[in-house]
């Protein structure tokens, strides 16, 4: 039997018995509401795929576009799809270990100038003496604990959670966007507020004057109305330095200069208008839906597959080596160029293992050190889970308190109008002093202003009820996750092969099905 056949067969042997240590991974348990709290608020529709893209249930052009030039065009976002090339990288290295995890291909050319005494001692062999082989060697340690499997199911669900990170970043940048988009345009509307109440006291500045000038009162009336009117002039730049600050947020999330975002945001004006209620479905679907509740099952899956990995060290590690090549050297008859022949050839092979019998308590530790990483991971991901939920519940609380607050103040507003005309009214036909011109227009600009910031908190609240809902990410169907400028500068710098064709670093779905294999380390 040639040598290396009975190696083979301890190969295919080892291979046939082995087995991964560690534990297999299944989704921790975590509390999960059957149902939402009774909320006016709430349908009892199911959450539907048109609520994936929520952001258009407000019917603002403007808005669909700016959802559009972030996802094109915001950086934090690239940089969160670099990261799933940086892990489908790491995941195609940790493969490579099932192979010879060591190969080389190897020549050398030795010269030697023998003794006097050498050569008289042995007659025929050259003075100048000349070697040169070419040689390939293999190191192979068998993957007979599982230790690469358990690595490779490591990388796997990192690479799928780099994928739920992306998705994760993607509903937090549109909502962030949505978000910005609503408070300036109710900063613009509350500047329409106090513009138009600035020019309403305006108008009472200057019946006081004409009033005071013809002897029908005293100055103090013309003083209140100065002081007041001042005060909401002194109003107005604070809310323009706010609008201002949002903008200039907005674009950053856009991955724009500032000097663009107004060119952005024209078009119809107004605070979003929102639905009176929203389909949520039941709170076990954000396991599926919300990206982060995923990420934080593959991260917990990850840590899992480690255990694995650090107990596979505490046995013993079996592997097989080999070298061959050809040869050749000018001694006696032979030549340097016989390296050539197949006669010249030269083969070495071997098994053998390693045992660490001496350090156990060094291998152990490092058990526990995953061991308890991996709890981390567990008690983090039931922890998301919970805090999903609550999430989706103060946003809902908030939509709808938000709801019945600017029912109650549209009231107030009507009224406290009402209360202005009839103040001026009566002050013209001297049957009121000015105080209570002064307090009418007061409480209107104050009733108007907390309108307007109650109407965007209303869109507001939608918003974050949509956030929590985990939906948005869905946009990404279809598209890469990295721009082709960037995998182009990419591509300049570094052999990537076809890793950066999206069909190679993206699964076909990183659906929940994805999720599953990974959990069980398929």
């Known amino acids: 039997m040639k040598p290396t056949l009975p190696l083979l067969v301890l190969a295919l042997a080892l291979c046939a018995v082995s087995c991964k240590v560690g534990p297999n991974y299944s989704t921790p348990a975590a509390k999960v509401a059957g149902q939402w709290q009774a909320n006016p608020a709430v349908t009892n529709q199911a959450y539907s795929a048109a609520e994936d893209y929520w952001w258009r249930n407000f019917h603002d052009p403007v808005l669909d576009q700016l959802v559009e030039s972030a996802f094109r065009n915001n950086l934090s976002l690239q940089v969160a799809g670099v990261r799933i090339l940086e892990a489908r990288a790491k995941l195609n290295k940790s493969i490579g270990n099932l192979f010879p995890q060591q190969q080389t291909l190897s020549g050398q050319v030795n010269y030697a100038r023998l003794n006097d005494g050498l050569v008289t001692a042995i007659p025929g062999i050259d003075r100048n003496y000349v070697s040169d082989q070419v040689l390939f060697a293999a190191t192979w340690e068998i993957d007979f604990w599982g230790k690469y499997r358990r690595d490779i199911e490591s990388d796997r669900a990192s690479y799928l959670g780099t994928i739920a990170s992306y998705d994760d970043a993607l509903v937090t940048l549109i909502g962030d966007v949505a978000s910005s988009y609503v408070n300036i345009r109710t900063l613009e509307e509350r500047l329409i507020v106090a513009r138009r109440n600035l020019e309403l006291q305006q108008e009472s500045l200057r019946i006081a004057t004409v009033q005071f000038n013809a002897g029908e009162t005293s100055e103090r009336d013309v003083q209140q109305a100065t002081t007041q009117t001042a005060q909401t002039e002194a109003a107005i730049p604070r809310l323009e330095e706010s609008l201002a600050q949002y903008k200039n947020g907005l674009a950053v999330l856009l991955g724009m200069t500032p000097d663009e975002i107004d060119r952005q945001l024209a078009g119809p004006s107004g605070i979003p208008t929102t639905p009176a209620t929203v389909a949520v479905g039941i709170p076990r679907d954000l396991l599926r839906r919300r990206p982060d509740v995923r990420a934080a099952g593959l991260a917990a899956a ?110 107030a507003a009507t009224s406290a109008r009402r209360s202005t005309t009839l103040a001026l009214i009566q002050y013209k036909g001297g049957q009121t002093d000015y105080t209570t011109v002064v307090s009418a227009e007061q409480n209107q600009l104050s009733v108007e202003d907390s309108l307007a910031s109650n109407q965007g908190n209303v869109a507001l609240g939608i918003v974050s009820v949509y956030r929590a809902l985990g939906g948005g990410w869905q946009i990404r169907a279809g598209h890469d996750v990295v721009s082709d400028e960037v995998k182009a500068e990419m591509a300049r710098r570094t052999d990537w092969g076809r890793l950066l064709e999206p069909g190679r670093h993206l699964p076909a779905s990183a659906t929940a099905k994805d999720v599953t294999q990974a959990e069980e380390g398929k």
């Open 302 to 411: 990850s840590k899992s597959a480690l255990i694995g990995v650090a107990k596979a060290t505490l046995y013993p590690s079996f592997s097989l080596a080999g070298e061959f090549g050809l040869t050749g050297n000018n001694e006696a008859n032979n030549s340097l160029a016989d390296m050539f022949s197949w006669q010249s050839r030269a083969l070495r092979a071997g098994a053998g293992f390693v045992f660490p019998i001496f350090n156990y308590g060094r291998l152990i530790n490092q058990v526990r050190v995953q061991d308890a990483q991996f709890q981390q991971a567990v008690l983090h991901y039931q922890n998301t889970v919970l805090s999903a939920q609550r999430e989706v519940e103060d946003g809902l609380a908030a939509f709808a308190n938000e709801q019945r607050v600017v029912a109650m103040l549209q009231r």
